[in-house]
Structures are given as structure tokens and as C-alpha cells.
Nanobody, 125 residues
Framework: QVQLVESGGGSVQAGGSLRLSCAAS????????MAWFRQAPGKEREGVAG???????QYADSVKGRFTISKDNAKKTLYLEMNSLKPEDTAMYYC???????????????????WGQGTQVTVSS
């Protein structure tokens, strides 16, 4: 398994930007499909962006054109670049990893067996 630690969250005004990072340790990072999820108070955890080992990506409709997922295998780090942030993006953000997640289910919670502890993002209007 891989161990995951998120960082980069914080408070920002609407229209601003943040970059989240997820540092991995343990199993070879390059062999893992990875994703970002978020959970707002009182809501279900939802998939935001995912990336396969071959680099193909999936995004939730709510973040398309604003968020970009990427991974640096040499640094064993997953990133989420978030631009044009909105108050509705406020949530705890989690990264997840699994070696076998399918492309069609990259944003499904039950595809992943390794999770980080989360980093809070707060966007004020």
C-alpha cells in the first residue's frame, strides 16, 4: 500500500487560486491511479479529479476548466491546481490511490483503498 499526506489547503477569496499537494510513500508511486475527492459538511464525499497511470484524466463537471490534476512520479507527488475558486468549492480535500482503478470509475470512492487525512479549503465570497 501507499501512504498519502495532503498539504496546501487554506483560506482564499472567491476567484483566487490554490495548489494542493499529496506526497506519497510506500509502494512505487508510478503504478497507482490517483484522485482528489472533497467533502463539505453534511454532504457526501465526491470525486473531483482523477488520473490514470497513463496520464488520462477525468474531472467532475463542476470543476472542469478550473481545476487541473497532475502527478510527478519522480517526486512521488500528486497535485491539484485550483483556479477561479468559488465558495461552493469549500470542503475538506482528500487524495486517494489505487493500482487498479478503472478509467470509467476514476471518480468513484470505492475504487480506492488508500486515503490521506485531508486538507481544508475555504473560499469566501
Amino acid at each position: 500500500q501507499v501512504q498519502l499526506v495532503e498539504s496546501g489547503g487554506g483560506s482564499v477569496q472567491a476567484g483566487g487560486s490554490l495548489r494542493l499537494s499529496c506526497a506519497a510513500s510506500g509502494d512505487p508511486f508510478s503504478g497507482y491511479c490517483m484522485a482528489w475527492f472533497r467533502q463539505a459538511p453534511g454532504k457526501e464525499r465526491e470525486g473531483v479529479a482523477g488520473i490514470k497511470t497513463d496520464g488520462r484524466t477525468q474531472y467532475a463537471d463542476s470543476v472542469k476548466g478550473r481545476f487541473t490534476i497532475s502527478k510527478d512520479n519522480a517526486k512521488k507527488t500528486l497535485y491539484l491546481e485550483m483556479n477561479s475558486l468559488k465558495p461552493e468549492d469549500t470542503a475538506m480535500y482528500y487524495c486517494a490511490a489505487d493500482p487498479w482503478a478503472s478509467f470509467s470509475r476514476l471518480l468513484e470512492r470505492d475504487e480506492y483503498n488508500s486515503w490521506g487525512q485531508g486538507t481544508q479549503v475555504t473560499v469566501s465570497s
